[in-house]
């Protein structure tokens, strides 16, 4: 099945502690998660590693956040949109469901 979140999409988060912010996937994890760029950071203690010249503290990172959080956002409208898919010369493109416009990435 088709993913309708990938890599580099703009995002808005839709639930949760972020409510309402924008940002960009940087990964795809399984079992639907996915890193957004400055999303849900959080503050990790970390030892310092000598051999590898890691220095510790705390560390502020993105940890992974649910797609079902997660709505791709329409720049024409701007607004979170659904996407549906459609063919067109053998190829499964996404499209924004409320105005029908080709999502670019991809």
């Known amino acids: 099945m088709a993913k309708k979140i990938r890599y580099g999409d703009k995002v808005i988060v839709i639930a949760g502690k972020d409510k309402g912010k924008l940002g960009i996937v940087k990964k795809i994890l399984k079992k639907n998660r996915a890193i957004v760029?400055?999303?849900?950071?959080?503050?990790k203690h970390q030892k310092p590693i000598p051999n590898v010249n890691q220095v510790g503290g705390l560390i502020k990172k993105e940890s992974p956040i649910n797609i079902s959080n997660l709505a791709i956002f329409n720049s024409t409208t701007n607004k979170p949109d659904y996407v549906k898919f459609k063919l067109?010369?053998?190829?499964?493109?996404?499209?924004?469901k409320s105005d029908n416009s080709i999502i670019d990435n991809g």
């Open 37 to 43: 760029e400055n999303i849900n950071i959080i503050t």
């Open 88 to 96: 067109t010369n053998g190829k499964k493109i996404r499209i924004f």
